[in-house]
Nanobody, 125 residues
Framework: QVQLVESGGGLVQAGGSLRLSCAAS????????MGWFRQAPGKEREFVAAISWSGGSTYYADSVKGRFAISRDNAKNTVYLQMNNLKPEDTAVYYC??????????????????WGQGTQVTVSS
């Protein structure tokens, strides 16, 4: 069992930056693939980024590629999402998710077993 707690959300102007953190409980964090998803009001949850258990592979949605960066620190049981050049359309609740081992369908939220409670990111124009 893994518990996930996100932090770092807030209100930022367009063009600004935020860094989200997701702290995980449990001693097996390093064996979990991690993902970030977001959900805006009235929209479905969408994939943002994912990282393999080792950190050696990363994946991004086209909409954030070149602006966002996912990373992890297995010694701190934490995964990060650095968000730069934020746009109003990035406004959403951001969730981190975890699944043990390797998955091929990184963009599919149903592949992930554990979810955090979410953190709000609001980008003003």
């Amino acid at each position: 069992q893994v518990q996930l707690v996100e932090s770092g959300g807030g209100l930022v102007q367009a063009g600004g930056s935020l860094r989200l953190s997701c702290a995980a409980s449990g001693r097996t964090f390093s064996s979990y693939a991690m993902g970030w998803f977001r959900q805006a009001p009235g929209k479905e949850r969408e994939f943002v980024a994912a990282i393999s258990w080792s950190g050696g592979s990363t994946y991004y949605a086209d909409s954030v590629k070149g602006r966002f960066a996912i990373s992890r620190d297995n010694a701190k049981n934490t995964v990060y999402l650095q968000m730069n050049n934020l746009k109003p359309e990035d406004t959403a609740v951001y969730y981190c998710a975890a699944v043990p081992g390797y998955i091929s369908k990184w963009r599919d939220p149903y592949e992930y077993d554990y979810w955090g409670q979410g953190t709000q990111v609001t980008v003003s124009s």
